[in-house]
Each structure stands twice: as C-alpha cells, then as structure tokens.
C-alpha cells in the first residue's frame, strides 16, 4: 500500500512542487551567504537545497518512470545527512541560546522531512555500489570544502563549536553513505 502511495503520480507531482519550492527558498536563505562565497566554493554552501535539489530531480524521473542512479545516490545520502545536521544544529542552537524562532522549528520540521523522504524512496532507487562510491567522494568533499576552508553554513550561536562540528559532520556522513548503501544495495542482495 504504501510503495503504491509513494510512486502514484499525483504523489509524486506533490512531492516535486514541495521540493521544489523547498529547494528555491533554501538557496534565497543562503543568499547572503552566496554573495560573500568565493566562486570555486559556490556550489559547496548551500548544502540543504542541494539535497532537495538531487531529490527534486529524482522525482521528475519518477514521474517518468525512468530511474537516474548516480543523482539517486545523491540524494539519499545528502538528503538524510543535512537533513539530520540541520535538526541537530537547530536543537544546538536552542540548548545554547535557550529559545529558537519559528523559523528554527519550521527548520527543525522541514529537514527532518528530508531525512525521511529520501529513506522512504530507497526500495526505487536503481543504486549500485559505484553510484554510491561517486555521492560518497561528493560528500565526503563537501566536508573538506565546509570545515577545512571554512565554508559551512552559518549558525552565528554556535559557530564557536566550529571544531567538534565538523568532527560530527564528518562521523554524519559515514553512518549517511553506510545507511544508503546498506538499503540500497545490502538489503535488496538479501532478498
């Protein structure tokens, strides 16, 4: 029942404009981020919209019942990440700050969405392992770009834990290429 929901058009078709419109607001809130971004690290910041943006492309293909394995990996493994790094740098926040905005929780909300969505459609994917291979080094890189040039995105309250960050950052995106390969290809070898 629910593989059959997933894949329905109109499903779909809603997921996509949700996305979509997901994906344009993230990258109008790192604007100002954007403008100060050397052009060598621009496509590096805004990671979160990157995600929906790979999932976004997904679905098109879906729609179309045609798969896009290397954009698939992408997204599965970016979208859970910075879904999850976003919830996490939000509750950070709030723990540090004592109080979050509404945007912090529509924050909190929508990347947990992320996180989720991209899990839900792993049984669709057509994955492999070179796939994976190709959205880890893009990952794993971004890492580089974030922390070791110091590009990550902005969280004015708790930019002074920029270190143990990173080093969670880093330990996120192993378990997010360790979960997309074990649902994509682990688990369909199994069966």
């Given at each position: 029942?629910?593989?059959?929901?997933?894949?329905?058009?109109?499903?779909?078709?809603?997921?996509?404009?949700i996305n979509f419109l997901g994906t344009i607001y993230g990258y109008y809130w790192y604007r100002s981020q954007l403008s100060?971004?050397?052009?060598?690290?621009?496509?590096?910041?805004?990671?979160?919209?990157?995600?929906?943006?790979?999932?976004?492309?997904?679905?098109?293909?879906?729609?179309?019942?045609?798969?896009?394995?290397?954009?698939?990996?992408?997204?599965?493994?970016?979208?859970?990440?910075?879904?999850?790094?976003?919830?996490?740098?939000?509750?950070?926040?709030?723990?540090?700050?004592?109080?979050?905005?509404?945007?912090?929780?529509?924050?909190?909300?929508?990347?947990?969405?992320?996180?989720?969505?991209?899990?839900?459609?792993?049984?669709?994917?057509?994955?492999?392992?070179?796939?994976?291979?190709?959205?880890?080094?893009?990952?794993?890189?971004?890492?580089?770009?974030?922390?070791?040039?110091?590009?990550?995105?902005?969280?004015?309250?708790?930019?002074?834990?920029?270190?143990?960050?990173?080093?969670?950052?880093?330990?996120?995106?192993?378990?997010?290429?360790?979960?997309?390969?074990?649902?994509?290809?682990?688990?369909?070898?199994?069966?």
């Amino acid at each position: 029942m629910i593989k059959y929901i997933l894949m329905d058009k109109r499903f779909l078709l809603l997921l996509f404009t949700i996305n979509f419109l997901g994906t344009i607001y993230g990258y109008y809130w790192y604007r100002s981020q954007l403008s100060l971004t050397p052009d060598i690290f621009l496509v590096f910041v805004p990671d979160s919209p990157t995600a929906s943006l790979f999932f976004t492309i997904v679905l098109v293909f879906f729609l179309f019942n045609k798969n896009i394995p290397y954009i698939e990996a992408l997204a599965v493994i970016t979208l859970f990440k910075y879904g999850v790094w976003a919830v996490v740098m939000n509750f950070l926040t709030l723990l540090i700050e004592g109080s979050l905005g509404w945007i912090g929780y529509m924050l909190m909300v929508s990347h947990g969405a992320m996180a989720v969505q991209g899990l839900l459609y792993t049984p669709f994917y057509a994955i492999k392992t070179r796939h994976i291979v190709v959205a880890a080094i893009w990952t794993l890189h971004n890492d580089v770009i974030d922390y070791l040039f110091e590009q990550m995105p902005v969280y004015s309250s708790v930019t002074t834990y920029m270190d143990e960050i990173g080093y969670f950052t880093f330990w996120l995106s192993i378990i997010s290429i360790a979960i997309a390969y074990i649902l994509t290809i682990k688990l369909k070898q199994s069966n």
